[in-house]
């Protein structure tokens, strides 16, 4: 099975989703696996410039972006668009994960600029997810997702 170099992006409130997928990752029980390109650990600082460009350097490892989407990921601007946006740019897999088991885009919680891109969207699933990093290529526009 090939690795694939994976940028998880979520919102604070929902970093524990992010924890769960790493322990899938990291369950030897489990298949779930990809490379994971995230911070090591959380950055503390206060400046928004070395935040972003620490955040570029992980993102440009990634082939894949990952976007956790919550309750309130639509409404985040400052890290969680802005980390989408740069996956974009450099022309990254972006697959969208449903964390309300959703199958497809809701635009009550998807982030504009995520919205008819040619990602796919997957419920937060463990092997939904895996199939999409697996398997997913972008296509150039409009919402993807997989038959249940």
Not at 59 to 86: C, H
Request: net charge negative.
């Amino acid at each position: 099975m090939t690795k694939y170099r994976c940028f998880v992006g979520f919102s604070s409130t929902d970093k524990k989703y992010f924890d769960l997928m790493k322990a899938w990752k990291a369950n030897q029980n489990h298949e779930f696996d990809f490379i994971d390109c995230q911070l090591d650990q959380e950055i503390n600082s206060e400046d928004e410039a070395y935040i972003k460009r620490k955040c570029r350097e992980r993102i440009d490892m990634a082939s894949t972006f990952i976007q956790l989407i919550g309750d309130d990921t639509r409404y985040k601007y400052k890290y969680v668009r802005w980390e989408a946006e740069v996956a974009k740019e450099k022309g990254c897999r972006i697959i969208c994960v449903n964390l309300n088991n959703d199958n497809e885009c809701n635009s009550n919680t998807c982030p504009p600029i995520l919205n008819n891109i040619g990602a796919v969207f997957v419920p937060f699933k463990e092997q939904k997810i895996q199939h999409a990093i697996e398997n997913y290529q972008m296509h150039d526009s409009g919402n993807w997702c997989y038959n249940n």
